[in-house]
């Protein structure tokens, strides 16, 4: 295993993996098998590569769709997103930021109601609660009128609820299928490998992206969730859909769409989709994320309810700051997950030492993720700022560069940490010990969770 376990993985995850199988050898084993190898089967990486010669067109008709992103096009963050998930930055697209859960919600079902041709929706949580019956029931209506509605949910997010939601889809008329299901006698996929996305797609013209499941927002133990959740209408729909039919093609091998339309321009707003995952060559809002703190000169804001992060990133940002960039963290100071807690709180030392700010949201449990540099781009997705999003997860997430949408999302953060208690350096240092040690214990298996 000294030898097999280092093999295509970070020194801190191998470090770990080691640590597991030396002090519990037959667990720490089995576990590695199940979940010890970030990849997909064979057919799985086939079936990525068949489907991707198909968008090609789609992809040249983005790139020429609007003038206003010519300029954009040479911008070395969007250059380098482009190369990470193979999609342009458009212009003419509307962009609505919702920060209200509920009303994100009413909008969707309004949305759906007014849906014409198809409904697409691809989610982690998609809950049998009041707001889940609430979309069920939209999507019903949806299809009594002739609409198509297809659904893809993440079997592992949505376990609480996955044979109520399923059969009421069924029961709907909507054709709904499983996310990475697994089965250990055929080869499919890690049980942990999850697809994290969530897009809803309505007609082609309206998306809507970020980090919004379809669940109440007090669904965990009276955690009332906040989110910032983006609807935009525009070309950028198209990239959206692309990766809907993607997702849908990888679980199915059907197409449900010959051609992808794109939708006409009604706005300034410049959208760039960014997924990433296992399909993907490199880590790609990682990779995005460090490049952009190392390009940074000013400030860097970002929001993320849970925070795991690599050496490469505590490098960049350590960087940032002696270069006299302001680095600014907001993160849940409510709990849900008590050993992902302790692992994040034992990188907030040497963060707070290195002079990067941390702020600890109190309101309610703060899960949007969204990242402001310098006022002049903004990233609002599904990715949280932890080593599962960055290495096992299927993520997507949304790069804004038009500067009066960048400056709305820059506005919400800076409410945010109005609303947070910053975390003091000498304060966090004289905790007990006896939480310094749990926390040092998280940290040492970080890489897994």
């Known amino acids: 295993m000294a030898v097999i376990v280092p093999l295509r993985r970070s020194p801190q995850a191998s470090r770990s993996w080691l640590l597991l199988i030396f002090f519990l050898p037959f667990l720490g084993l089995i576990l590695f098998l199940a979940i010890g190898r970030a990849s997909f089967p064979v057919w799985r990486i086939s079936r990525f590569r068949r489907i991707a010669p198909f968008f090609q067109d789609t992809i040249l008709r983005l790139r020429t769709i609007n003038s206003s992103t010519i300029n954009t096009i040479d911008q070395p963050e969007i250059r380098l997103a482009t190369k990470l998930g193979g999609f342009p930055a458009v212009g003419g697209n509307c962009v609505e930021l919702l920060d209200d859960y509920d009303a994100a919600i009413a909008q969707l079902i309004a949305d759906i109601d007014g849906a014409k041709i198809h409904v697409r929706l691809l989610i982690y949580i998609f809950a049998d609660d009041e707001t889940g019956r609430g979309v069920i029931s939209a999507l019903a209506r949806a299809v009594a009128r002739g609409v198509a509605c297809h659904v893809l949910l993440d079997p592992a997010g949505s376990r609480y609820w996955l044979r109520g939601t399923l059969l009421k ?7 709904v299928r499983l996310s990475l299901p697994f089965h250990i006698l055929r080869p499919r996929t890690r049980s942990d490998m999850r697809n994290h996305r969530k897009l809803f797609i309505i007609d082609g013209t309206i998306g809507y992206g970020g980090s919004q499941n379809l669940v ?133 030392e040497e963060l ?70 910053k975390v003091d350096y000498d304060i966090w240092r004289r905790r007990p010990r006896s939480k310094v040690f749990l926390e040092n214990i998280a940290r040492l298996i970080s890489p897994l969770l």
Request: aromatic letters at 6%; a negative charge.
């Open 352 to 421: 707070l030492a290195a002079g990067v700010k941390i702020h600890r949201y109190g309101h309610h449990f703060l899960h949007a993720k969204n990242v402001s540099v310098d006022g002049r781009l903004a990233i609002i997705g599904s990715s949280n700022v932890d080593i599962r999003s960055f290495q096992l997860n299927e993520e997507v997430d949304i790069i804004l560069t038009d500067l009066e949408t960048v400056d709305k999302v820059m506005s919400m953060q800076l409410l945010s940490i109005t609303r947070s208690n």
């Open 169 to 175: 889809l069924q029961v709907a008329g909507v054709e």
């Open 216 to 348: 109440s927002k007090s669904f965990d133990q009276n955690i009332v969730n906040e989110e910032l959740v983006l609807r935009i209408r525009g070309p950028a729909v198209a990239e959206m859909t692309m990766v809907f039919l993607t997702d849908w093609f990888l679980e199915t091998e059907i197409m449900i769409e010959d051609t992808v339309m794109i939708p006409r321009s009604c706005g300034s707003a410049i959208v760039q989709l960014l997924p990433s995952g296992a399909n993907y060559p490199l880590q790609g809002f990682r990779a995005l994320l460090v490049w952009l703190i190392h390009c940074a000169c000013h400030r860097v804001i970002i929001t993320t309810p849970y925070l795991i992060p690599d050496e490469i990133l505590l490098d960049a940002m350590h960087t940032a700051v002696i270069r006299g960039v302001v680095i600014e963290l907001i993160v849940s100071g409510i709990e849900d997950y008590s050993l992902v807690r302790l692992a994040e709180r034992s990188y907030y």
